[in-house]
């Protein structure tokens, strides 16, 4: 399997090379399904969810689970977020079954994922957002970025996947505020005057709905640059669990009593596939299958989780058309 090579730093876009013609066929829309997945990083013990399972917490068993997500899907583009682990990365775990996708950056924790069939990669870097230098920061974070084309027109597309500071609380939020300039900054220097189609996809730790100033930087930032949440632009939320949450933290309360593989049901989303306006989105969901069925716990008819749970988020995937 083809995987593309780490560059270090930030590189300007390389030309198109000879053999596509300007002529190629690009009438009509760029049609992409794009799916945001963070996988939950190995390093995960089960004091962080005491009530799943050890065993059901480690990689090796929620791997399969994570692969029969992506494949249900089927999704052109993944961005994944949390490529981590002491012993092993989720990526090495995960290759094997994706076979029908180039990887972009899989020793890094945001691997990009591209069907090898439909787009070829033809530039690709990291750069540093958050520095673990930074006041309250005690961690390094990056945007990861690719340049494809499409095989058949030769139109391009870029893809930005990114994963900014957790935690609810002010400083954490200028932490992530200050990431999205730079992540900005960022887009514009690698897409100039955002001229080629782009998405971004990640985990940013702030919520679709945040009102709060600062903690909603993600969303007047990026909108103030002409990017939106497809969320919003979506004609249909085509989740299967209606309401679910991207964060679903493996569990939810029921009339207050914590319960395991209950699918949380707050309507609310960090995970996030970003367009620019204009762009249409025929449907956006947070996809909690397979494996969930409607069963009745402490008296009330919810929906649960019948095996493995494959992370502590549920991936949101979008359907997009580039105008």
């Given at each position: 399997?083809a995987?593309?090579l780490?560059?270090?730093?930030c590189q300007a876009?390389?030309?198109?090379?000879t053999?596509?013609s300007s002529?190629?066929?690009?009438?009509?829309?760029?049609?992409?399904s794009a799916?945001?997945?963070?996988?939950?990083?190995?390093?995960?013990?089960?004091?962080?969810?005491p009530?799943?399972?050890?065993d059901?917490l480690?990689?090796s068993a929620?791997?399969?689970?994570?692969?029969?997500k992506?494949r249900?899907?089927?999704?052109?583009?993944?961005?994944?977020?949390?490529n981590e682990?002491?012993?092993?990365?989720?990526s090495?775990?995960?290759v094997?079954?994706?076979?029908?996708?180039?990887w972009?950056?899989?020793q890094?924790?945001?691997?990009?994922?591209?069907?090898?069939?439909?787009?070829?990669?033809?530039?690709?870097?990291?750069?540093?957002i958050?520095?673990?230098?930074?006041?309250?920061?005690h961690?390094n974070r990056f945007v990861?970025?690719v340049?494809?084309?499409e095989r058949?027109?030769?139109r391009?597309l870029f893809?930005?996947?990114?994963?900014?500071?957790?935690?609810?609380?002010?400083r954490?939020?200028r932490l992530?505020s200050?990431?999205?300039?730079?992540?900005?900054?960022?887009?514009?220097r690698?897409?100039?005057?955002?001229a080629?189609?782009f998405?971004?996809?990640?985990d940013f730790?702030?919520f679709?709905?945040?009102?709060?100033?600062?903690?909603?930087?993600?969303?007047?930032?990026?909108?103030?640059?002409?990017?939106?949440?497809?969320?919003?632009?979506?004609?249909?939320?085509?989740?299967?669990v209606?309401?679910a949450?991207?964060f679903?933290?493996?569990?939810a309360?029921?009339?207050?009593?914590?319960v395991?593989k209950v699918?949380?049901?707050?309507g609310?989303?960090?995970?996030y596939?970003?367009?620019?306006?204009g762009t249409?989105?025929?449907t956006?969901?947070v996809?909690?299958g397979?494996?969930v069925?409607?069963v009745?716990?402490?008296?009330?008819?919810?929906?649960?989780?019948?095996?493995?749970?494959?992370?502590?988020?549920s991936?949101?995937?979008?359907?997009?058309s580039?105008g």
């Amino acid at each position: 399997m083809a995987l593309a090579l780490v560059l270090a730093g930030c590189q300007a876009p390389s030309p198109s090379p000879t053999g596509v013609s300007s002529t190629a066929a690009t009438s009509g829309p760029l049609r992409v399904s794009a799916m945001t997945f963070n996988v939950l990083t190995g390093n995960a013990d089960s004091s962080w969810y005491p009530l799943i399972s050890a065993d059901e917490l480690r990689l090796s068993a929620r791997a399969p689970a994570i692969i029969e997500k992506i494949r249900l899907a089927s999704p052109d583009i993944v961005g994944l977020q949390e490529n981590e682990g002491r012993a092993a990365l989720p990526s090495s775990f995960l290759v094997d079954g994706l076979s029908e996708y180039t990887w972009v950056h899989p020793q890094l924790t945001l691997p990009i994922l591209v069907r090898t069939s439909r787009f070829e990669v033809i530039d690709d870097a990291t750069v540093r957002i958050t520095s673990a230098d930074d006041p309250q920061s005690h961690l390094n974070r990056f945007v990861g970025w690719v340049q494809l084309r499409e095989r058949d027109t030769g139109r391009t597309l870029f893809v930005f996947n990114v994963h900014t500071h957790p935690y609810q609380e002010l400083r954490f939020a200028r932490l992530r505020s200050a990431s999205i300039d730079r992540l900005l900054t960022t887009i514009r220097r690698v897409n100039p005057e955002l001229a080629a189609p782009f998405l971004i996809t990640g985990d940013f730790n702030a919520f679709h709905d945040e009102t709060k100033p600062i903690f909603r930087d993600h969303l007047t930032k990026l909108g103030a640059a002409g990017i939106v949440d497809s969320w919003s632009l979506a004609v249909q939320d085509a989740s299967d669990v209606v309401g679910a949450s991207s964060f679903n933290r493996m569990g939810a309360s029921l009339d207050g009593v914590p319960v395991a593989k209950v699918v949380r049901r707050l309507g609310r989303h960090i995970d996030y596939v970003w367009v620019p306006t204009g762009t249409e989105v025929d449907t956006w969901a947070v996809q909690s299958g397979p494996g969930v069925a409607w069963v009745t716990v402490r008296g009330r008819r919810v929906p649960r989780w019948t095996g493995v749970v494959a992370s502590d988020h549920s991936p949101v995937v979008a359907h997009l058309s580039f105008g």
